[in-house]
């Protein structure tokens, strides 16, 4: 189980450097692709906190609890949802697109 949760914190910490970097340079570098619409604060504080449900859990289960599964399950689940939500939005949105070019 500790290796398991080693392996389980090291692809999390790995997986949150693009949200966190996404972030950044949306709200503090680059102000105007956070307004655009092209990047949600929404999402990448959904994204980091799954990241960081995913590291708890595998702290946790480093220390040979069990528990920690639940953890790293919600994570997960929350990442698939989101997924789900995703390419929704962008299904829309490309239908969206589609319809405004057969009305011209």
Do not use: C, D
Not at 2 to 26: K, S
């Amino acid at each position: 189980m500790a290796v398991l949760g080693a392996e389980l914190v090291a692809i999390n910490l790995f997986g949150l450097r693009l949200p966190l970097g996404f972030t950044y340079r949306a709200f503090y570098k680059n102000k105007k692709m956070g307004k655009s619409g092209g990047f949600s604060i929404y999402r990448g504080i959904t994204y980091i906190a799954s990241y960081l449900l995913g590291i708890a859990g595998g702290a946790a289960l480093s220390e040979h609890a069990n528990w920690g599964l639940y953890l790293v399950t919600a994570a997960y689940v929350t990442f698939l949802v989101s997924g789900i939500l995703n390419a929704w939005a962008i299904m829309l949105g490309v239908g969206q697109t589609e319809k405004t070019k057969r009305t011209k």
